[in-house]
């Protein structure tokens, strides 16, 4: 699996077969259908994997942070602007959603199911930083990175994704801390 996430994040899912996949693994396609009933189902266990990722980064946030979520979200906007600077394909789970287009592939829920719960994580850790609209911080900085990843492919690493730090802080600091008062309601 780890050869056909590397070629499907690489080169696109839709111009990978299925032999160029078992050719690079060393094995064979009867193989991997044994274990992969279909391309598709490899598709959807290699986006799965990715989705694990990123619940295990906002769990290890949680445990390094611990109770801090300014800390954390400091990380998340460093974490962020890693990935922007060292992966010039961008997110496999955005590209997956660009390039499987139709509504009823398997893999379309998954891609929506986890960035719906990526940004939903973000979300509470704006609340738990008691911003101010912590939902439309959310938003905002979500939009940001996901658009700060576009950029990187469409651009370059000297475009706007240079800045996504400088711009995330800036989002994070207009919508300041709600007060204590405010916060009791």
Known sequence: MV??????????????????????AGTNKMTLYRHFGSKDD?????LREAAEEMVTF???LEV??????QAQ????????A??????????ELANAAVELAEEDHPAR????????KHRDRLAVVCRNAHLDQPELVADTLWLLLEGARLSRQSVGAEGPSARFVRMAEGIVASFGKREAAEDQE
Do not use: N
Request: charged share 35%; net charge negative.
């Open 42 to 46: 490899l598709i959807v266990a290699c």
């Open 109 to 116: 829920r998954l891609v929506e199911e986890c960035k719906k």
């Open 3 to 24: 050869t056909a996430r590397d070629l499907f994040h690489r080169h696109g899912i839709k111009t990978i077969g299925v032999d160029t996949i078992a050719e690079a």
């Open 64 to 69: 390094e942070y611990p109770g801090d979520p």
């Open 73 to 80: 979200l400091r990380a998340w906007i460093r974490e962020g």
């Open 82 to 91: 890693d990935c922007i600077e060292s992966d010039e394909r961008g997110c």
């Open 58 to 60: 906002w769990d290890d």
